[in-house]
């Protein structure tokens, strides 16, 4: 293990050393690993958008051993999905990638405050030989304390199993504008909150330079702190992420270009930032194209490309 893995173990002190283990099994895996960056494909837009929308791009991505094969292929630190694509292809693969079971979701097919369903369990996470659970929480949502308290005992339970806790970070809900949902202040908050909740890594949007709250907005303005830039608005996030002390990756986002996509990029490794979860914008490309373009992604985070 090099030291750049180990100073970062060093900040979860009060879990196992299961728990520990399986936090470097993510660091140490890859073509970032040992680099303290991470790259990690997530797959459960066919459960949250439906299957047309999230394959017919890539009709290859209908089969869930290809999103195996794209994340092996490409050298990611991981592949999360929800409990039925990582069934489809958990033994196939055994060991090969480390595995990062979504144990909640919802479907776009009814309007109302979002609160996913639990979708699975630590012991099917165990089974499938995953490294961590993953979470989404909704700050925003009027039901959000239902999440929170959700992944309060889900993580208490993996941890005392040795996995790791991932947990999604998404602001939206009728509490929030749909400007608010990625505002500077809304975002960092939601880092914040996710650490609080005891994630060892969390994942949000890159936020915007939209203040949401009024009383936020007067303490940017009088602390002058600086957003103006999308790296200082991630170095913000990652501050408000215990100061830097927990991992904390980024959104790929809707589908875009993929010179917009590099500049987010070097925005979050500018920032500070640990690295990116990207979905749509790899798996909806040919596997090759895919392959080539986590490739770039994980080659800026590790400075071989500009």
Same mark, same amino acid.
């Given at each position: 293990?090099? =030291?750049?893995?180990?100073?970062?173990?060093?900040?979860?002190?009060?879990?196992?050393?299961?728990?520990?283990?399986?936090?470097?099994?993510?660091?140490?895996?890859?073509?970032?690993?040992?680099?303290g960056?991470?790259v990690?494909l997530?797959?459960?837009q066919?459960?949250?958008?439906?299957?047309?929308?999230?394959?017919?791009a890539?009709?290859?991505?209908?089969?869930?051993?290809?999103?195996? =094969?794209?994340?092996?292929?490409?050298?990611?630190?991981?592949?999360?999905?929800?409990?039925?694509?990582?069934?489809?292809?958990?033994?196939?693969?055994?060991?090969?990638?480390?595995?990062?079971?979504?144990?909640?979701?919802?479907?776009?097919?009814?309007?109302?405050?979002?609160?996913?369903?639990?979708?699975?369990?630590?012991?099917?996470?165990?089974?499938?030989?995953?490294?961590?659970?993953?979470?989404?929480?909704?700050?925003?949502?009027?039901?959000?304390?239902?999440?929170?308290? =959700?992944?309060?005992?889900?993580?208490? =339970?993996?941890?005392?199993?040795?996995?790791?806790?991932?947990?999604?970070?998404?602001?939206?809900?009728?509490?929030?504008?749909?400007?608010?949902?990625?505002?500077?202040?809304?975002?960092?908050?939601?880092?914040?909150?996710?650490?609080?909740?005891?994630?060892?890594?969390?994942?949000?949007?890159?936020?915007?330079?939209?203040?949401?709250?009024?009383?936020?907005?007067?303490?940017?303005?009088?602390?002058?702190?600086?957003?103006?830039?999308?790296?200082?608005?991630?170095?913000?996030?990652?501050?408000?992420?215990?100061?830097?002390?927990?991992?904390?990756?980024?959104?790929?986002?809707?589908?875009?270009?993929?010179?917009?996509i590099?500049?987010?990029?070097?925005a979050?490794?500018?920032?500070?930032?640990?690295?990116?979860i990207?979905?749509?914008?790899?798996?909806?490309?040919?596997?090759k194209?895919?392959?080539?373009?986590?490739?770039?992604?994980?080659?800026?985070?590790?400075?071989?490309?500009?």
């Amino acid at each position: 293990m090099n =030291e750049r893995v180990r100073e970062i173990l060093g900040w979860y002190a009060s879990d196992s050393p299961g728990t520990r283990a399986s936090l470097a099994r993510l660091l140490s895996h890859g073509r970032l690993g040992g680099t303290g960056r991470l790259v990690i494909l997530p797959v459960d837009q066919g459960f949250e958008h439906g299957p047309a929308r999230s394959f017919a791009a890539n009709a290859a991505g209908y089969d869930p051993r290809y999103h195996f =094969e794209l994340a092996i292929g490409a050298g990611c630190n991981a592949y999360a999905a929800p409990l039925g694509f990582l069934e489809a292809g958990a033994a196939e693969f055994a060991g090969e990638i480390p595995l990062i079971l979504k144990l909640n979701n919802s479907d776009s097919l009814a309007g109302g405050e979002p609160c996913p369903a639990l979708t699975g369990s630590v012991d099917e996470a165990l089974r499938l030989g995953c490294a961590a659970i993953g979470f989404t929480i909704y700050p925003g949502s009027t039901l959000r304390n239902t999440m929170y308290e =959700e992944i309060r005992a889900l993580g208490e =339970e993996a941890k005392r199993k040795g996995l790791a806790v991932v947990v999604w970070s998404y602001p939206r809900g009728s509490g929030l504008s749909k400007e608010g949902e990625t505002a500077i202040d809304v975002v960092a908050y939601a880092a914040q909150i996710a650490c609080q909740l005891g994630a060892h890594v969390v994942k949000v949007k890159l936020p915007t330079s939209h203040i949401e709250q009024a009383a936020a907005k007067k303490v940017y303005e009088k602390e002058r702190v600086p957003i103006a830039t999308l790296a200082e608005r991630v170095r913000h996030v990652v501050q408000s992420a215990f100061n830097g002390r927990r991992i904390l990756i980024f959104s790929g986002g809707e589908a875009k270009d993929t010179a917009s996509i590099f500049d987010e990029v070097r925005a979050v490794r500018d920032g500070g930032g640990f690295g990116s979860i990207i979905g749509r914008n790899s798996f909806q490309r040919p596997r090759k194209e895919a392959i080539d373009f986590l490739q770039t992604v994980m080659d800026i985070y590790a400075g071989r490309t500009k």
